[in-house]
């Protein structure tokens, strides 16, 4: 079993920075892939960041690209998404989510992922 949970979201105005925070706990941390996906009301899930901790390997979105990047903290079993340059578009539910299957394509879907954390709320502000 693994437990993941996220938290930094929040209200931001245009143009600010969040950095959203990811602890997964339960299984060896640097055997994990994190991905870092969202999801607007009314609108499908989209991954934007994925890492495999195993080895470094990252994926970032085309559609974020420039704007959020993904890294990691081993020390803490945290993995981090920086979200800079907002957009009221960027607003949604921030979801990690873990794999224990290693690395595989990143796509919407996220049927990769075997352990999810409840989401957390980002509002950007025009």
């Known amino acids: 079993q693994v437990q993941v949970a996220e938290s930094g979201g929040g209200l931001v105005q245009a143009g600010g920075s969040l950095r959203l925070s990811c602890v997964a706990s339960g299984r060896s941390f640097s055997s994990l892939v994190v991905g870092w996906f969202r999801q607007a009301p009314g609108q499908e899930r989209e991954v934007l960041a994925a890492i495999d901790l195993r080895g470094g390997r990252t994926y970032v979105a085309d559609s974020v690209k420039g704007r959020f990047t993904i890294s990691r903290d081993n020390a803490k079993n945290t993995v981090y998404l920086q979200m800079n340059s907002l957009k009221s578009a960027d607003t949604a539910v921030y979801s990690c989510?873990?794999?224990?299957?290693?690395?595989?394509?990143?796509?919407?879907?996220?049927?990769?992922?075997?352990?999810w954390g409840q989401g957390t709320q980002v509002t950007v502000s025009s």
């Open positions: 989510a873990a794999s224990t299957w290693g690395w595989a394509p990143p796509d919407n879907m996220g049927g990769h992922y075997d352990y």
